[in-house]
């Protein structure tokens, strides 16, 4: 016989720990905070909301949704220009977050570390639309399904060389 607990008694001891402790929410918060994957896709997320936020800002407020002419040289489209400026604030936010909040124990240059993290994403935002490009067009999947599973399963090769290469842990 067996020590395992049965679904109902799981369930039991569950409710008796939530009745002892009635912040065991912030424990569950906090032990997950603990791993360094949800810090990682916190800082993602966080990343993601500033781009978004500086793409909008920058189309509507700053370009009135007008192409601009850049020195004389060429026109740029409104969307290129605030593009530019959400993915630049966008990599920095998360570049900041994951150094100081997610792989806080590396020990190699800033400079080295950005330029690494620059290099990398790169290489997903490559990935991302291809893998994109992949499911949609070859496999026929919807487009925002296509965009969740590429943006997850980039997401994770993301972590993973940012662990090993950008910050080198």
């Known amino acids: 016989k067996t020590d395992r607990l049965g679904p109902k008694q799981t369930i039991a001891l569950i409710a008796q720990l939530k009745m ?8 569950v918060i906090d032990s997950l905070w ?12 966080t990343a993601t909301f500033v781009d978004v936020f500086i ?10 949704q007008q192409n601009h002419n850049m020195l004389g040289i060429m026109e740029m489209k409104a969307p290129t220009i605030s593009l530019i400026c959400g993915f630049s604030c966008g990599l920095l936010t998360n570049f900041m977050i ?4 997610v792989f806080n124990h590396s020990e190699a240059k800033t400079r ?6 620059i290099l990398v994403a790169i290489i997903v935002l490559v990935c991302n639309y291809f893998l ?5 067009s070859q496999l026929h999947w919807y487009a925002t399904i296509a965009r969740a ?12 060389a940012h662990k090993f290469f950008s910050f080198k842990l």
């Not at 002892?20 to 424990?27: D, E, F, H, V």
């Not at 080295?112 to 993290?117: D, K, S, T, Y």
């Not at 994109?132 to 949609?136: P, T, V, Y």
């Not at 590429?150 to 972590?159: E, K, R």
């Open 55 to 64: 793409f909008w800002f920058v189309f509507n407020k700053l370009l009135h």
């Open 98 to 101: 994951t150094k100081y909040f």
């Open 20 to 27: 002892s402790n009635k912040n065991w929410w912030l424990q």
């Open 34 to 45: 603990q791993q360094r994957v949800v810090r990682y896709f916190f800082a993602a997320a």
């Open 149 to 160: 599973v590429s943006a997850v399963t980039i997401g994770i090769f993301s972590f993973t």
């Open 112 to 117: 080295w570390q950005l330029a690494r993290f």
């Open 132 to 136: 994109m490009w992949f499911l949609k």
